[in-house]
């Protein structure tokens, strides 16, 4: 049911990567193309990891995990940080997405990271019952801050 994605896996990763922007609402945020995940995923220096989730009698790709590493200077060790997750709409309930975060937690544990982080949207209910299902807890003590476009070029000396 979970593989760890190949480059033939690009197309349909960046195909789910659309689905899950138009699913948060924010369709023209998805600005990413093929050939950067691809670079991302299998480049020279991968930056980025991915798992595909496949229904277990058709083969057709249900969802999708995309991760890099952090790393936490208090546990002195890595952690993942879980950048996408998605399962399409018509899988969810299959046990997918609960196969994904799995993996995940197994490779954590297996390669001593202390840590599986992720952020979801407060709106999106459904996820966030499901994530403290499997015992996540938010931290709603931490703000995420970000700087893009304008303000990163401004504050990065070309604006």
């Not at 033939?8 to 093929?34: G, N, Q, S």
């Not at 083969?59 to 790393?71: D, V």
């Not at 202390?114 to 209910?125: A, C, G, T």
């Amino acid at each position: 049911m979970i593989r760890i994605a190949t480059p033939d896996d690009v197309p349909v990763i960046h195909a789910l990567v659309r689905e899950l922007a138009e699913y948060e609402k924010v369709p023209d945020e998805a600005r990413a193309t093929p050939e950067q995940l691809h670079e991302a995923l299998f480049g020279p220096r991968p930056a980025a990891f991915a798992h595909i989730a496949e229904d277990d009698t058709t083969g057709e790709t249900a969802g999708f995990s995309l991760w890099f590493l952090n790393f936490s200077t208090w546990r002195g060790v890595h952690g993942i940080y879980l950048e996408d997750l998605y399962v399409r709409p018509a899988a969810r309930g299959g046990g997918h997405g609960k196969a994904l975060l799995t993996e995940l937690a197994r490779i954590c544990v297996e390669r001593g990271y202390q840590r599986l982080e992720w952020s979801v949207l407060d709106w999106n209910r459904p996820s966030i019952g499901f994530y403290e299902s499997l015992g996540a807890r938010p931290q709603d003590e931490w703000t995420v801050y970000r700087l893009t476009d304008e303000a990163l070029e401004k504050l990065g000396g070309r604006g």
